[in-house]
Each structure stands twice: as structure tokens, then as C-alpha cells.
């Protein structure tokens, strides 16, 4: 992103809008629930590929394998996101009762934390009582916790991010190995992945404002190595089992 000057201002965060926070929590959860269902159903597929060259029974894997990952993620973010969101509710009914029994102790911790922030005293207390004066639950929200009370983490934005997101990623293993030749299938599913995690690593990294080429080396990597292992083990129940 670019950044301007004092002649030219131009911030980087002006392209990331409003409620930065929020969007970056689905966005988050979209890339991950879409890396995951690359990686864990081309390793079922893989896997079962390595045991057996029935494709029906390769593909039955991949769509037990799509409908679980993504109905799991979909609970997993759920929950994980609610709980959060209940702490965060619970965190600023705590501060409001404490706004209401000890205001004036409030205000003065209020401006305590400016001063630690590098405020004058004098400066502190006066943008402590401004503070205070217009909204003091969301100026100690802010600054104790991080919390925006209007702009609280949404369980249902994660979820169907991530569960959407795991449907897509796994449809490309899935799709492979359902119409590609049995000769081609595992070279094919292979290349196919790794550009998939290719492109995933560069969309999480672009999202992060964070170098690209680490990060899609990392998903790469793993996903790759997840594949192999799992087509090693199935070759091996494959010929034990």
C-alpha cells in the first residue's frame, strides 16, 4: 500500500475503511476455512487414493470429507467467536457497574493510563474528564480492552465465512479427482493444491499487510507435506490392510 507525505498526505489504513476489526475477522476466518478445505480434503482423497483406485470410493471420501470439514468449522467458529463475544459483553457490564458505583476512582484510572501512554498529568486528567463526560464506557472500553461496545465480534459472520470458504477450497481436490483420469489423478490433484495454497498464502499475507513470499512457502509446505503423509499411510493400510 502506499503511504504519502506531509505535501501529499495518504494513509495506508484509508483503504481498509470502516470497522477495520470486523472485516478482518471474516476475512480471517474465510482464508483459513478455505486453506483448511484444500489441505484436510486433499489429504482424505490422497489418502484414500494411495489405498484403493476405485474412484467412486475416492470421491464418497472427498464428499464425507467436504460435508463434515465444513459443517465443522462452520460450529467451530460458532462457538469460538460466541465465546468471545460473551466475554467481551460480560467484560463491558462489569465496567459500566463500575462506572456507576466509582465514577470518580474511574476517572481517575482513566487518566492514569494516559499518562502512562506518555500524557502530562495535567493533560491526562482533562482529556480523562472530556472522555468520561462524553461516552465513558466506550473511552475505557477502548483503552483498557481494545472493545468497540457498538462494534462487537459477530459468531454468524465467522461461521458462514468459514464454513463457505472450507466448501469452495475443498470443491477443487474434490472436483479433481472426480474427473480426472486415474493416471493423472494424484500428479494432478497434487499441482492443482499447491497453486490453490499458493494463491491462499498470498491472500492471508496481502490481508495482513505481511510478506508474501513466507507466507505462501508456509502454506505450501504444510499442505504438501499433510498430502504426502497421508497418501504414505494409505498406501500402507492400502497393501496391510
Known amino acids: 500500500m502506499e503511504i504519502g507525505t506531509d505535501e501529499e498526505p495518504q494513509h495506508f489504513h484509508d483503504e481498509l475503511g470502516d470497522h477495520v476489526g470486523t472485516r478482518l475477522n471474516w476475512l480471517r476466518a474465510a482464508v483459513l476455512g478455505a486453506n ?4 484436510s480434503t486433499a489429504g ?20 464425507a470429507a ?15 467467536v460466541s465465546t468471545q463475544r460473551d466475554s467481551e459483553k460480560s467484560i463491558l457490564h462489569l465496567e459500566a457497574t463500575e462506572l456507576r458505583q466509582m465514577p470518580q476512582t474511574e476517572e481517575r484510572e482513566l487518566a492514569e493510563m494516559y499518562v502512562q501512554k506518555g500524557l502530562s498529568r495535567e493533560t491526562a486528567e482533562q482529556v480523562a474528564r472530556e472522555l468520561t463526560e462524553h461516552d465513558a464506557l466506550r473511552a475505557h472500553a477502548d483503552i483498557e480492552f481494545g472493545i468497540d461496545p457498538d462494534n462487537l465480534t459477530n459468531p454468524w459472520h465467522a461461521a458462514w465465512a468459514s464454513m463457505l470458504a472450507f466448501t469452495v477450497g475443498a470443491l477443487l481436490p474434490l472436483l479433481v479427482v472426480a474427473f480426472v483420469p486415474d493416471g493423472l489423478r494424484v500428479l494432478v490433484t497434487v499441482l492443482s493444491v499447491v497453486l490453490a495454497l499458493a494463491l491462499t498464502g498470498f491472500v492471508s499475507a496481502r490481508i495482513g499487510l505481511s510478506p508474501r513470499l513466507p507466507a505462501v512457502l508456509r502454506n505450501v509446505g504444510g499442505g504438501v507435506l499433510a498430502m ?3 497418501y504414505l499411510i494409505g498406501m500402507y493400510a492400502g497393501v496391510h490392510l
Open 66 to 80: 467436504l460435508t463434515a470439514g465444513a459443517l465443522s468449522m462452520g460450529a467451530g467458529e460458532y462457538v469460538s
Open 44 to 63: 482424505v482423497v490422497m489418502g484414500v487414493a494411495g489405498a484403493t483406485d476405485d474412484g467412486g470410493t475416492i470421491v464418497l471420501a472427498g464428499i
Open 228 to 230: 504426502g503423509v497421508t
Open 36 to 39: 483448511d478445505g484444500i489441505v
